[in-house]
């Protein structure tokens, strides 16, 4: 079976784009269509019961458009999207699950670092999936709250004197602590490799796009929900904030899109 409706994939603002890009390049022929709600960014600050509403109303938008299955290409959003299982029927792919079991499995002395949004980190997400006791047995985790990186981020504020401080200013407590694997829990830091990378040259960064992207392979396969694979897929890109200054704050991103419009959610 073949069925060329769209992917729908969502972030709070610009970072799950760094999601996207590997999404496109793993499915080629499959049509996409991003909602950065970035009226409401960042989420990582709010609360559970509004982060849940606002996931609530981008997939509500999702499903009107008549997507075929949901990626939340948002750690914050995954974190709090457990009500979705009452009433969306189609496959919904978090990023939380794959990352974690990918980096997990990556991890050779298993001290591992996840740095993630504030409301990932308290929301116990990660450390139900890296830390359990019975499972890994060695090293040491460290769970770190970085939502001022979003904000940074969604200014624009990366690859500069800026960023490179911020960062270390952050991270640097980790530097003596052997980590060899640092979780990019927030969809954002994909951004900020290079600054990261600086801090800590000797850990392997897992981003949540090339766990996710597989996973979705898998379930989308499995449920007969393949486009034809003579069809070029396409990447239209929607915002619930100003499409001009959208188009600026992506101007790195590496694939071809259909322009941006704006939604009301
Ligand atoms: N990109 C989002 C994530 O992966 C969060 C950014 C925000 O705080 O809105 O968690």
Redesign the pocket.
């Known amino acids: 079976m073949r069925n060329n409706k769209p992917i729908g994939v969502f ?3 610009i ?2 784009m760094t999601v996207l890009s590997k999404l496109a390049e793993v499915f080629p022929c499959e049509d996409f269509i991003y909602v950065g709600d970035t009226l409401n ?5 709010k609360s559970p019961e509004e982060i849940a509403d606002l996931v609530t109303r981008v997939v509500h938008y999702l499903l009107s458009q008549d997507v075929k299955a949901i990626v939340i ?6 974190a709090n999207s457990a009500h979705l299982k009452a009433f969306v029927k189609i496959p919904v792919v978090g ?1 939380i699950e794959p990352t974690a079991k990918y980096a997990l499995k990556t991890s050779r002395n298993k001290n591992i670092a996840v740095l ?2 504030n ?2 980190i308290d929301s116990k997400s990660y450390h139900k999936l890296i830390d359990k006791k019975r499972i890994v047995k060695r090293g040491k985790k460290y769970f770190v709250k970085c ?1 001022e990186f ?1 904000t940074a981020i969604e200014d624009k504020q990366f690859t500069n004197d800026y960023s490179f401080k911020l960062v270390k200013d952050k991270l640097e407590f980790l530097s003596d602590k052997n980590i060899d694997t640092v979780v990019l ?4 830091f994909g951004l900020y490799t290079q600054e990261i990378s600086r801090v800590l040259p000797q850990a392997k960064l897992v981003d ?1 796009g090339g766990p996710t992207s597989q996973l979705l392979k898998k379930i989308i396969k499995k449920e007969g929900l393949m486009a034809d694979d003579f069809h070029t897929g396409t990447i239209r890109i929607a915002t619930t904030g100003d499409p001009k200054q959208m188009e600026q704050q992506i101007d790195w991103f590496d694939k071809e899109y259909q322009g941006i419009f704006k939604v009301n959610i």
Not at 73 to 78: D, F, K, L, M, Y
Request: charged share 5%; glycine share 18%; with cysteine.
């Open positions: 972030d709070s603002g970072g799950g960014c960042p989420y990582g600050v290409a948002c750690n914050t959003a995954t990023v993630a949004t409301a990932t939502s979003v829990g927030c969809t954002h949540c």
